[in-house]
């Protein structure tokens, strides 16, 4: 029975092989490079520089912050000898709570910042398919795979639609990402 078992797998994978390679020959597979394509095409740019500008205020509101926590730190520690152990105790208190406002503060502001880039690149993504299905369509494509999340460890340069994702998506939408 175990021997019937094999030779029909192997008899199936036989027949099923060679089907499999000539739909493969029959197929036409391209990628692209979503990342890289975001970052090229001018809407990209400019969402990219606007998310920079935006990141860069909040930093700055993070270091005053630090900066601060790491003064009333450096004061407490200088004021041990001097000040009674309940009232070190009590500003030790005050500081950890202040220190825990501010790792919320900064997991916030990350989210915030996680939250407006995906805002941001959401419509830009939208546009690229609509480009890539019109791509497939015209140029007769089965498939077109994103390089990033696809899982493609090598493809030849002959296969990567990048190039043309990004000059198709920068004529048809121009720098402000409307449509021309």
């Known amino acids: 029975m ?37 970052l090229e095409v001018e809407e990209g740019k400019t ?5 920079q500008v935006y990141f860069e205020e909040k930093q700055k509101m993070l270091d005053a912050e630090s900066t601060r926590l790491q003064q009333a730190k450096d004061d407490l520690e200088k004021q041990a000898m001097a000040i ?6 009590q500003k030790e208190t005050d500081l950890q709570k202040q220190l825990i406002e501010a790792q919320k503060l900064y997991y916030n502001l990350q989210m915030e910042l996680k939250q407006k880039e995906q805002d941001a690149v959401a419509p830009i993504l939208d546009k690229m ?10 140029e007769g ?23 043309q994702l990004i000059r198709l998506y920068d004529e048809r939408f121009g720098k402000k990402g409307a449509k021309k």
Do not use: C, F
Request: aromatic share 6%.
């Open 47 to 51: 969402a990219k520089s606007s998310l």
């Open 84 to 89: 009674s152990p309940e009232v070190y105790k």
């Open 2 to 38: 175990k021997t019937r078992s094999i030779i029909i797998a192997l008899l199936a994978a036989v027949l099923i092989i060679p089907a499999g390679r000539a739909i493969a020959a029959e197929a036409k597979i391209g990628y692209v490079d979503l990342q890289k394509a975001l």
């Open 129 to 138: 398919q609509v480009i890539l299905k019109d791509v497939a369509e015209k």
């Open 141 to 163: 494509y089965d498939l077109i795979l994103d390089k990033n999340s696809s899982g493609i460890v090598y493809a030849p340069m002959k296969y990567d639609l990048t190039a």
